[in-house]
């Protein structure tokens, strides 16, 4: 999911996938085929992004734009979509969709993350305004 939806490319991802994987830049310009200055600039730039995307949420939920929920690891997704209604609600926000296209959505954002209806980490999800979803 890159592109129009993050503030990262394919190329930039795969460079940070590879530091996280404890390659060098030296490694990666040698496996990629660009040099290595092109890897630290893409890397930088990388981390510039995500450190803005970041401080974007953060300003946005210190206003009220954006509402975060926190759904902590061991809650029954059924006991998550509960939470995420109530809380919207609370929020004077009707959201768009309704429990079951919620529970989807947790579902989906959990991926491998929730075993017998548990989820295994933690999952925030954001309450946008205009009654929007979104999870991270």
Not at 40 to 60: D, F, G, S, Y
Not at 99 to 118: E, F, N
């Amino acid at each position: 999911m890159t592109g129009e939806r993050t503030y990262l490319t394919e190329r930039q991802l795969e460079i940070l996938s590879l530091r996280r994987d404890g390659h060098s830049r030296s490694q990666i310009s040698e496996k990629l085929g660009i040099s290595r200055q092109n890897v630290a600039v893409l890397e930088k730039r990388a981390i510039r992004n995500i450190e803005r995307a970041a401080a974007t949420i953060e300003l946005a939920g210190s206003r009220g734009i954006v509402r975060r929920i926190t759904l902590n690891r061991g809650l029954h997704i059924l006991d998550a979509a509960k939470i995420i209604l109530s809380k919207a609600d609370g929020f004077g926000i009707r959201l768009t969709d309704n429990v079951v296209t919620v529970l989807s959505a947790i579902r989906s954002a959990s991926g491998d993350s929730v075993k017998a209806g548990i989820l295994e980490k933690e999952l925030s999800a954001y309450v946008l305004q205009d009654g929007r979803l979104l999870f991270r």
